[in-house]
């Protein structure tokens, strides 16, 4: 019944996948979510939370380094582990704090310099830019009704996105 739907919406439909590490495991947690495009200009729709969830790995990813380092300082001290408990005070690490998050959006810009956002002061909903992308790699953009009239309570919906993190193309590395 929604075929067509599903193909149409597969042209500018794509899945971010994410990865995530925590400070007391070598367990990598994967995540996934949903952008859809809306023009050619690499401009793509998406809930705040993942926002959040993008601009939280850079600071993860920066503290982490910058906790590595202090970590190195202190291995061959007299008093490491008080140290460490110091450091891992600091940093507010617990064996559950994601140290490390890695994010993939697959099938979206060939490369990309960073991106921008704009978020909704109440709704869950973002805007997405991809900045100095030279090819996209999503086919058309969405189109939106412009008579809502048709659009009513009760009508069947079909509901498209990534919601579930189902790949499993990565593996811990405890020497990098």
């Known amino acids: 019944m929604f075929i067509s739907a599903i193909e149409r919406a597969a042209a ?16 990598i947690l994967p995540g996934a979510a949903t952008i859809f495009f809306v023009n050619d200009q690499g401009y793509a729709v998406t809930c705040k939370h993942v926002i959040d969830m993008l ?15 202090e970590h190195e300082a202190i291995k061959s001290s007299p008093k490491y582990r008080q140290q460490l408990k110091g450091l891992e005070l600091k940093y ?11 994010n993939n959006f697959v099938d979206s810009v060939d490369s990309m310099s960073g991106f ?6 109440t709704l869950d909903l973002a805007i997405l830019k991809f900045n100095d992308y030279n090819k996209i790699h999503y086919g058309a953009p ?4 412009k008579d809502d009239s048709s659009i009513k309570q009760g ?5 498209l996105g990534f919601p ?6 990565f593996r811990y590395n405890e020497q990098a």
């Not at 921008?116 to 002061?121: F, M, Y």
């Not at 969405?142 to 009704?145: D, G």
């Not at 579930?164 to 193309?169: C, D, K, Q, R, V």
């Open 142 to 145: 969405a189109v939106f009704v």
């Open 92 to 102: 507010k690490y617990k064996a559950d704090s994601v140290v490390q998050s890695k």
């Open 116 to 121: 921008t956002w704009h978020i909704h002061p």
């Open 164 to 169: 579930f993190a189902e790949f499993n193309n």
């Open 12 to 27: 500018y439909t794509r899945p971010i996948h994410n990865i995530m590490r925590t400070y007391g495991g070598k367990n």
């Open 55 to 69: 601009a939280g790995a850079d600071v993860a990813n920066n503290s982490f380094v910058q906790f590595k380092q």
């Open 155 to 159: 009508k069947f919906l079909c509901r």
